[in-house]
Each structure stands twice: as structure tokens, then as C-alpha cells.
């Protein structure tokens, strides 16, 4: 996936996106790639932005809510198993 990646830092840049790929449920060949490193972010991403957690499982869900008991922000946590394929 390294080989055939394109990174962009620019808002400007949003238009390059597959957006058909990173809001379809089709993973076969490359999708897979695009869709699982269309928004990894570099070095830092303020965890005050982070408003919904979504996870497989009520177990996972259990783990999540857990994790962010510890931290004066504290996003939702909720079981979505839509967002999985």
C-alpha cells in the first residue's frame, strides 16, 4: 500500500480524495489501502476533537469507555457495527 500512497497536508487538498472509497463498503484490492490510511494524522491530533467513538462489540465498548473514564474529555462511546464490513 506504501508504494501507490499519496499524502496530503493542505485542506486545499481535500478534493483529491477517493471520497466513493472512503464512504463505500467495496475493500476488494486496493480500497482496502485507501480506505484503511485515508486520514492518519502525523505526530499529533488534539484529543478534544474526538466526539464519537464507535466499536464492534458491547465488550469493546466496555474497553473504550473504560480507557477514556481517566480524561476530563470524554467522548461517546457506542456500539456500530455498521461501520464494520
Known sequence: GMATAEFFNQ????????????????????????????????????????????????NRATLAQAAVTTHSHQPTVAVERSWYF
Do not use: C, Q
Not at 472509497?21 to 474526538?50: C, D, Q
Open 11 to 58: 485542506p486545499a487538498d481535500l478534493n483529491k480524495i477517493d471520497w466513493s472509497i472512503v464512504n463505500g463498503t467495496n475493500f476488494s484490492g486496493e480500497r482496502k489501502h485507501k480506505k484503511a490510511a485515508e486520514f492518519l494524522m502525523y505526530r499529533f491530533f488534539p484529543w478534544e476533537l474526538v466526539e464519537y467513538i464507535g466499536v464492534f462489540d458491547e
